[in-house]
T-cell receptor, first 112, second 113 residues
Framework: RKEVEQDPGPFNVPEGATVAFNCTYSNSASQSFFWYRQDCRKEPKLLMS???SGNEDGRFTAQLNRASQYISLLIRDSKLSDSATYLC?????????????FGQGTTLQVKP | DGGITQSPKYLFRKEGQNVTLSCEQNLNHDAMYWYRQDPGQGLRLIYY???????QKGDIAEGYSVSREKKESFPLTVTSAQKNPTAFYLCASARGTLNYGYTFGSGTRLTVV
């Protein structure tokens, strides 16, 4: 089983749609969770951290379910500029130092 | 502004040649990392360092070497022992804890010719 698993997609949605991405992780002791965005041939950039209580940043909402070891990202009112690959990221192990593990990424294509 | 700088942006390597990729950060971050990304693939960890003069192998360290002589710098050497080096190489840095995630450089695209 991969340490971080995502549905690679692609997800093709019209502008204005709501789209949700899911991610599962294998280490129940993990403490840090993130969503990164990566544009084609560019470096990943931090989109948002994910907290147990859930958190929202404008049109983006992230949720964490520790019991199910499941992370989600919801994008409302999709824009053309949201087209990118979204990476689910989790720290390895129980310590909050060390390294992050990246999922394969979910590709989103927003169409006019 | 603080940031992390990778150079060169594009690099071409001949068969049997060693090449070194530069990574410099002025964020005062303790930890630095090297990842490799192949087309359509996720990021795979090559090496990482949490303090000066110390580093650990990641999942795919064979054929690579690193040094961490200064806090700001973490160069990666791709040796001739790395049989399939063509990839996108990403350097990242982080504070002492991972609460804030990584900051990435803009990457080096290495091609074997």
């Amino acid at each position: 089983r991969k340490e971080v698993e995502q549905d690679p997609g692609p997800f093709n949605v019209p502008e204005g749609a709501t789209v949700a991405f899911n991610c599962t992780y294998s280490n129940s002791a993990s403490q840090s969770f993130f969503w990164y965005r990566q544009d084609c041939r560019k470096e990943p950039k931090l989109l948002m951290s994910v907290y147990s209580s859930g958190n929202e940043d404008g049109r983006f909402t992230a949720q964490l379910n520790r019991a199910s070891q499941y992370i989600s990202l919801l994008i409302r009112d999709s824009k053309l500029s949201d087209s990118a690959t979204y990476l689910c990221v989790v720290n390895k192990g129980s310590s909050n130092t060390g390294k992050l593990i990246f999922g394969q990424g979910t590709t989103l294509q927003v169409k006019p | 502004d603080g940031g992390i700088t990778q150079s060169p942006k594009y690099l071409f390597r001949k068969e049997g040649q060693n090449v070194t990729l530069s990574c410099e950060q002025n964020l005062n971050h303790d930890a630095m990392y090297w990842y490799r990304q192949d087309p359509g693939q996720g990021l795979r960890l090559i090496y990482y360092s949490q303090i000066v003069n110390d580093f650990q192998k990641g999942d795919i360290a064979e054929g690579y070497s690193v040094s961490r002589e200064k806090k700001e710098s973490f160069p990666l050497t791709v040796t001739s022992a790395q049989k399939n080096p063509t990839a996108f190489y990403l350097c990242a840095s982080a504070r002492g804890t991972l609460n804030y995630g990584y900051t990435f450089g803009s990457g080096t695209r290495l091609t074997v010719v």
